[in-house]
């Protein structure tokens, strides 16, 4: 009876995992840059660090790069495997900096399902408008634990070419 509970749950999370979107995302999808794997697994995927590109979809000429690991193995193959919370961050001025429309401090840029049920991570968005930079907070949501890991980057707004450096807090709610 118990291995049929099992079979059962082991079924109900496949069908899940493949129903449920991998990405729930306040904007595109990010660009992968490459992966590289950390351990080899004889027949089935292996774990891998993955680095994603991603610009910001309110503040052009902002791009964010994250680095996240991917689980391999059995768990990995079928995308039922909870994901690590260890995920790093670097954002850069790529071009002149022009703002689409206001945002609240703490706004989600970017969020991406890390396991099932339970785990995501996300990329916000705040101005340090005394400084006049932009930062970037990525971190793990767990609805038990809470959020153990994280990682901030900062933008400064500097001005490109001709274009004068605008105020992140004029674009502020």
Same mark, same amino acid.
């Given at each position: ?10 079924? !109900?999370?496949?069908? /899940? ?8 995302? *306040?904007? $595109? #999808? @990010? ?7 950390? !351990?080899?697994?004889? /027949? ?8 994603? *590109?991603? $610009? #910001? @979809? ?116």
């Amino acid at each position: 009876m118990r291995d049929v509970a099992k079979s059962l749950i082991g079924l !109900v999370a496949l069908s /899940l995992a493949v129903l449920v979107p991998s990405l729930a995302s *306040a904007s $595109d #999808d @990010p660009e992968l840059i490459f992966k590289r794997s950390t !351990v080899w697994h004889f /027949l089935t995927p292996d774990h891998k660090l993955a680095v994603y *590109a991603l $610009d #910001d @979809p309110v503040v052009d000429g902002v791009a964010c790069h994250f680095t996240l690991p991917e689980k391999g193995g059995v768990k990995g193959m079928f995308g039922v495997a909870e994901e690590t919370s260890d995920i790093s961050l670097a954002c850069r001025q790529v071009g002149p900096v022009s703002f689409k429309e206001k945002f609240e401090q703490g706004d989600d840029m970017y969020k991406q399902r890390r396991s099932l049920f339970f785990k995501k991570m996300q990329i916000v968005r705040g101005c340090d408008a005394k400084r006049n930079v932009l930062v970037y907070l990525v971190y793990s949501d767990k609805l038990i634990e809470g959020s153990p890991k994280n990682s901030t980057s900062s933008v400064p707004i500097m001005p490109w070419g001709d274009a004068p450096a605008p105020k992140c807090s004029d674009w502020l709610e």
